[in-house]
DNA sequence: CACCATGTTAGCGG
DNA sequence: GCCGCTAACATGGT
């Protein structure tokens, strides 16, 4: 589920939260979540201050300020957490970092997730981030970019929105959400759009996710206490999981077409 | 209970 | 090499 604006939601948050706090401990019940043993883990981060939160694509970067970071993904439905002093909590994190002053960032539900520590906080030089397409909202990714990473493909248009290797970021759910904007089938072949087309689906891509994020992005849990803004994209979705509904623009009964082992629901009246 | 949903990777065949 | 498909991983929801 966590796709992009769900991991800026979370750099977002969590900069308010622990930005700026010093690390004291981690710990982990699943050591397969992450790169190096727990203890390892607490012996390289202890003492050192998290610096910031930054992403690429579903990626999110904890950078230290001795210039290590550590870099989480969440896969199929991790999420994170963070906890003042001594609030209570139901739910076991896999992997926890506590804070000198007692608050601490839980990390769940990431069996197929991971949290992997790396001695330096260089973009180009973290293994887990190589190979990955350009993040859609970088200043350089253009209408050109774009067109770019479409170049010479045959394969659907969807197919390529979603591989993280052609474009960092999207996955079923704002990918089905852009092309619905953009008025293009999720199964239209790359190699049929024209420039016009990759223009309208680069201005869909951009503003789609924008606008999730404006509103808090998609995830299910709270990132805090109070936290009033995150989930709030969960109710932008228009053709999302919504096949065999009405289209919102023209009423007619979306549809759903199996592409990359995904459900892709689409409208065939205003998607061409 | 069986199945499907999510993201990613590896492997297979056309 | 490109493309589409499948299985595997874990878990909760129907």
Redesign the pocket.
Known sequence: ???LPEMVNYARQLSGCCAGKTIAAAAAT?P?ALNVAPEELTALTADRQLTGLKTH???LLLTLNDGASLVC?????GYMRYAAAGEPDAAHP?VQLTFADQSTLGFY?I??GHLHYFPTSDLAAIA?LQ??GPDPLATDFTPAALAGVLR?????VK??L????RL???????S?EALFTALIRP?R???SLSLDDIDTLHAAIRGTLELAIEAGGGAEHPVFAGDGLTGGARSQCRV??RDGEACLVCGHTLD?K??????SSFCPFCQT
């Open positions: 589920m966590p796709e699943r397969r694509g579903k990626h993904h969440l896969m199929l439905d896999q539900r069996q197929l887990d190979g990955l010479g493909r045959r394969a659907m197919a390529i979603m591989d993280q290797a960092a970021g999207l996955g079923n759910r704002y089905d199964d072949p790359v190699n999302y999981g759903v199996r592409i990359g082992g995904r459900n």
